[in-house]
């Protein structure tokens, strides 16, 4: 089974950047669209950015132009860079394979909080 570890969150003032890191174990890493999820407070967990095994990325038109996903087959990583953050993308950040089910496995997550 994939084990999945995010990292790289924190308190960022708006406006500010953070970059996001997943690391992945697992040899059929570089098979997966790979995906960026996140969860409000109250607010159900949604796909915010994903990228396929060849490197083609989507993303939700609430972080459009500000978000950017990445992946690292050789490291079995995926990345997230987020700039000009605002409040509302205060959440738990999680990274897992595109379609993964709520009741499926789910890393810690990281958590991201922006806020004067």
């Known amino acids: 089974q994939v084990q999945l570890v995010e990292s790289g969150g924190g308190l960022v003032q708006p406006g500010g950047s953070l970059r996001l890191s997943c690391a992945a174990s697992?040899?059929?890493?570089?098979?997966?669209?790979m995906g960026w999820y996140r969860q409000a407070p109250g607010k159900q967990r949604e796909l915010v950015a994903a990228i396929t095994s060849g490197g083609s990325t989507n993303y939700a038109d609430s972080v459009k132009g500000r978000f950017t996903i990445s992946r690292d087959n050789a490291k079995n990583t995926v990345y997230l860079q987020m700039n000009s953050l605002k409040p509302e993308d205060t959440a738990v950040y999680y990274c897992?394979?595109?379609?993964?089910?709520?009741?499926?496995?789910w890393g810690q997550g990281t958590q991201v909080t922006v806020s004067s």
């Open positions: 697992g040899s059929i890493f570089s098979i997966y669209a």
């Open positions: 897992n394979e595109v379609g993964t089910m709520p009741g499926g496995y």
